[in-house]
Nanobody, 113 residues
Framework: QVQFVESGGGLVQPGGSLRLNCAASGDIFSIYAMGWYRQAPGKQRELVAH???????NYADFVKGRFTISRDIPKNTIYLQMNSLKPEDTAVYYCNTLGGDSWGQGTQVTVSS
C-alpha cells in the first residue's frame, strides 16, 4: 500500500552532484528503515545507503564519503545527496523499505562527459 516516487535524476558530468528525492505516500519512517538502491544495466540491484527508524545511517563502501542519505519526516521524504559522481554511478536509483518487495520506476542517473 505504501508507494514511493523517486525524482531528481539526470545527466551530469563526472565530479558533479545530484540530489535524489523519494516521496512516500504515508508516515512510515517511524515503522521502517529506508534504503536507496541502484541497478545498472546487466547488473544486480544493490543497496547504496540506508537510514534506520532512529536516524542512523550506513553506506556501501563504494559511496562512502561521497553520498549522504537523509530524511524530512514532516514531508515524508528521503533524500540522497550525491557528490563527486563517477561514471560507474550510472544506474537507475530506487528507494524502498529495507526488505521491501515492491519497486517503483526509479530515477535514472547518468554520469558521462
Amino acid at each position: 500500500q505504501v508507494q514511493f516516487v523517486e525524482s531528481g535524476g539526470g545527466l551530469v558530468q563526472p565530479g558533479g552532484s545530484l540530489r535524489l528525492n523519494c516521496a512516500a505516500s504515508g508516515d512510515i519512517f517511524s515503522i521502517y528503515a529506508m534504503g536507496w538502491y541502484r541497478q545498472a544495466p546487466g547488473k544486480q540491484r544493490e543497496l547504496v545507503a540506508h537510514i534506520t527508524r532512529g536516524g542512523s545511517t550506513n553506506y556501501a563502501d563504494f559511496v562512502k564519503g561521497r553520498f549522504t542519505i537523509s530524511r524530512d519526516i514532516p514531508k515524508n521524504t528521503i533524500y540522497l545527496q550525491m557528490n563527486s559522481l563517477k561514471p560507474e554511478d550510472t544506474a537507475v536509483y530506487y528507494c524502498n523499505t529495507l526488505g521491501g518487495d515492491s519497486w517503483g520506476q526509479g530515477t535514472q542517473v547518468t554520469v558521462s562527459s
